[in-house]
């Protein structure tokens, strides 16, 4: 990753902090948002190369929030989102997933499950661009 806008949605300062850190050694561009709410707007405002989506957060929770994004998106268009939270229940996942996130990683983050999960959302979107028109 050389270069990468990132919208952060986290509502507790210290785990903002964490993210913040970690993405800026990526030389990533951090943007911050306290809820589900801001996030929308400021995808709207955007664009981001990827959001990390808190799902606890007051206001709008992140499975909103990302309902709301991917019911906005254009065809064609798709922001990568990982979600971020500490719960470990079963079907978590799940709920992610049928909300329209890419991918889960479990707080506190650490950095290499964070660039496991951005190589791998990379590797899926340079893969769906078409290189070429059809004939
Ligand atoms: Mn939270």
Not at 28 to 43: K, M, Q, S
Not at 67 to 91: C, K, N, W
Not at 112 to 122: E, H, Q, S
């Amino acid at each position: 990753m050389i270069f990468m806008k990132v919208l952060v949605a986290e509502d507790n300062a210290i785990n903002q902090l964490l993210a913040r850190g970690l993405l800026k050694r990526c030389n990533a561009i951090v943007t911050v948002v306290v809820n589900g709410r801001e996030a929308v707007d400021a995808w709207s405002a955007g664009p981001f190369d990827l959001i990390l989506m808190d799902i606890q957060m007051p206001e709008m929770d992140g499975l909103e929030a990302t309902r709301v994004i991917r019911s906005r998106e254009l065809p064609g268009a798709h922001t990568p989102i990982i979600a971020v939270t500490a719960r470990a229940m079963t079907g978590d996942r799940e709920a992610c997933l049928a909300a329209g996130m890419d991918g889960y990683i479990s707080k506190p983050i650490r950095s290499v499950d964070l660039m496991a999960m951005i190589a791998r959302l990379t590797v899926v979107a340079a893969s769906t661009v078409p290189t070429r028109a059809l004939p």
